[in-house]
T-cell receptor, first 113, second 116 residues
Framework: KAGVTQTPRYLIKTRGQQVTLSCSPISGHRSVSWYQQTPGQGLQFLFEYFSETQRNKGNFPGRFSGRQFSNSRSEMNVSTLELGDSALYLC????????????FGPGTRLTVT | AQSVTQLGSHVSVSEGALVLLRCNYSSSVPPYLFWYVQYPNQGLQLLLKYTTGATLVKGINGFEAEFKKSETSFHLTKPSAHMSDAAEYFCAVSLPYREYGNKLVFGAGTILRVKS
């Protein structure tokens, strides 16, 4: 099976712009979670989608949003980018019916200048 | 609330030596525990997991971990380090599924250096 794919892998944006990141989960996986990784804060949970519904959200401002499509692919959007949004954004997929291991994609490296 | 503490942000071992990476957790419910590894510029790869049953869990690449409830620990070990083991390792606990879905809480990570 193909793994979790994320596009793009690298992105450079300017403060104030918005960005959309994409994640395709492993075939058959219905849960997609997003995490932000920074040197200062480590790995932090953003949100999780299961069957097109946001099931849980982390402690991030409303500028961070996401959605999931019927084929389980997910996108996350960050509006009005700030310098502090520079991070590695990781997507993880799992089967989702109960606690399962999560499989991570390679991440999208976002740099905000 | 669940939390994870990884003792030692950096660990250095010689090639062929024992690897021991420490992880302690705090959980209000029986935890599911995971170890992930991250190589530079890559995502996280699952090494092993503990859910229920046998407390000694074997994973990929020769790693294993033992769940010790009395010590609230889930330390990662490997008998003999290889140069390719140099990476950052993360311990994680899964929050109660009914309330949080598939949400992981991660430790701060431990960077493993392997000396030749």
């Amino acid at each position: 099976k193909a793994g979790v794919t994320q596009t793009p892998r690298y992105l450079i944006k300017t403060r104030g712009q918005q960005v959309t990141l994409s994640c395709s989960p492993i075939s058959g996986h219905r849960s997609v979670s997003w995490y932000q990784q920074t040197p200062g804060q480590g790995l932090q949970f953003l949100f999780e989608y299961f069957s097109e519904t946001q099931r849980n959200k982390g402690n991030f401002p409303g500028r961070f949003s996401g959605r999931q499509f019927s084929n389980s692919r997910s996108e996350m959007n960050v509006s009005t980018l700030e310098l502090g949004d520079s991070a590695l954004y990781l997507c993880a997929s799992s089967l989702g019916d109960r606690v399962f291991e999560q499989y991570f994609g390679p991440g999208t490296r976002l740099t905000v200048t | 609330a669940q939390s994870v503490t990884q003792l030692g942000s950096h660990v250095s071992v010689s090639e062929g030596a024992l690897v021991l990476l420490r992880c302690n957790y705090s959980s209000s419910v029986p935890p599911y525990l995971f170890w992930y590894v991250q190589y530079p510029n890559q995502g996280l790869q699952l090494l092993l997991k503990y859910t229920t049953g046998a407390t000694l869990v074997k994973g990929i690449n020769g790693f294993e971990a033992e769940f010790k409830k009395s010590e609230t620990s889930f330390h990662l070990t490997k008998p003999s380090a290889h140069m390719s083991d140099a990476a950052e390792y993360f311990c994680a606990v899964s929050l109660p599924y009914r309330e949080y879905g598939n949400k992981l809480v991660f430790g701060a990570g431990t960077i493993l250096r392997v000396k030749s």
